[in-house]
């Protein structure tokens, strides 16, 4: 867990795994039980970052992947520096869309590059700063990508991650798998597949932040 005063909480997943259906979800409900939620993106966030994020997506420009792994380095530091540690100092929780975990899934083992170097850099962008709680929400791989076709506008407009192979986004998912399974404190495995409701997630996740709020005597 971090040392700041507030709570980190970050969702991941492979893409179409619901992150926009449950985040939103998760911060009104934080907010009725009246904690100070603040809530972004990655990569994204602050103005420098979206930019970032707009490169990152565009397919018109293909990335290998040590270029995507600087580029979202890149945007991880200005979206650390001003919003995840001001509003952990504060006191406040932060949820995030996605956080390093990502790199090392689509960047290492999607992508193929070394996991240790992934690590130093993540270490360094981030500050040192690690979530507390970090969601995994887990649906099969080609569904997800089915549902994001339908529901993103990035994948309507032709998104470059979409235009990976099936097999790297399938080995982004056994990634995610396989983080979750070396740090279960941390990661949190949701399924959130088609025979899953939507109410009985959200319930698994606010457990797990219920839990995490006693562990650490949060109040603010």
Known sequence: MNSYKGIFITFEGPEGCGKTTHIPRIVNWLKELKYDVIDSREPGGVPLSEKIRDLLLDAKYSKKPLTELFLYEAARVEVVDSIVIPNLRDGRIVVFDRFYDSTIA????????????????????????????????????LHGIQRAKKTKQEFKDGDWQESKALEFHQRVGKGYLIMARENPER????????????????????????????????SF
């Open 106 to 141: 689509y960047q290492g083992y999607g992508g193929g590059l070394d996991l240790k170097l992934i690590n130093q850099m993540n270490e360094l962008a981030s500050e040192g700063t690690k979530p507390d709680l970090t969601f995994i929400l887990n649906v099969p791989i």
């Open 187 to 218: 990661l949190k495995i949701i399924n959130t597949d088609d025979s899953v409701s939507i109410e009985d997630a959200q319930n698994k996740i606010k457990e797990n932040i219920l839990n995490l709020i006693k562990q650490k005597n949060y």
